[in-house]
C-alpha cells in the first residue's frame, strides 16, 4: 500500500531518488488515509473506508481508467465441494468472467 505525493520543485532535499513525484508506504489503508488527510498526497483506498473514517477531509478525484480492474483466477479443490461463501464469491464473479 503507497500514497503518491507530486514534488513541485526540481531540487532534491534529501538523498532520496526523484522522478517528479514520492511514494510513501503504510502497513495499512487507515495510515495511508490518515496521511493523505494531512496533506502528504494522494492514494487509492476503499470508498466505504473513506466515507466511514475520514470526517469529511477526502476528496475522490475523478481519473480515466479508475476504477481499475484487476484479473482473479479462480481455483478451488476438485476434492471438495465449495462451501456457501465460495459458492456465492463463485456467483459473484463469474458474471464478469472475459471483461
Known sequence: MR??????????????????HRHWSAPNYLLLMDMAAFGFGWSALPRWLVSRYSGGLL????????????????IWSFERSLGPAGAWLLDSLVPFAGE
Do not use: F, M, Q, Y
Not at 475523478?62 to 482473479?72: I, L, M, N, Q, T
Open 59 to 74: 476528496k475522490e478525484l475523478k481519473v480515466s481508467g479508475w476504477p481499475r480492474r484487476s484479473a482473479v483466477d479462480i
Open 3 to 20: 500514497l503518491n505525493t507530486l514534488v513541485e520543485h526540481s531540487i532534491p532535499t534529501d538523498d532520496l531518488p526523484t522522478s517528479g
